[in-house]
Nanobody
Framework: QVQLAESGGGLVQAGGSLRLSCAAS????????MGWFRQAPGKEREFVAA????????FYADSVKSRFTISRDNAENTVYLQMSSLKFEDTAVYYC??????????????????WGQGTRVTVSS
């Protein structure tokens, strides 16, 4: 079992920045793809970013590309999401998740098995 705990959310003005952290405990996440998803009120959970375990390859939703950066520190068992140039439409609860070992898709939430409790990001316009 792995437990994931997000932190770093909060209220920020449009154009500002936040850094989210996802700390894993129980088991190492160093050999797994890790992803960030978000869910706004009344909307489905959507993919934000993912990072590979072997070469650190990264994947982003078009809506956040060039504004968000995903990274990981395997020694700390932690994944980060640096968010810059935040927009009102980035307002959501952000979740980190571990991708299933045999999955090949990085963008769908059904391909992830362990989830954190989420951290809320509110961007004021």
């Amino acid at each position: 079992q792995v437990q994931l705990a997000e932190s770093g959310g909060g209220l920020v003005q449009a154009g500002g920045s936040l850094r989210l952290s996802c700390a894993a405990s129980g088991r190492t996440i160093s050999n797994y793809f890790m992803g960030w998803f978000r869910q706004a009120p009344g909307k489905e959970r959507e993919f934000v970013a993912a990072i590979g375990w072997s070469d650190g390859s990264t994947f982003y939703a078009d809506s956040v590309k060039s504004r968000f950066t995903i990274s990981r520190d395997n020694a700390e068992n932690t994944v980060y999401l640096q968010m810059s140039s935040l927009k009102f439409e980035d307002t959501a609860v952000y979740y980190c998740a571990r991708r299933k070992p045999l999955s090949s898709n990085v963008r769908h939430y059904l391909d992830y098995d362990y989830w954190g409790q989420g951290t809320r990001v509110t961007v004021s316009s």
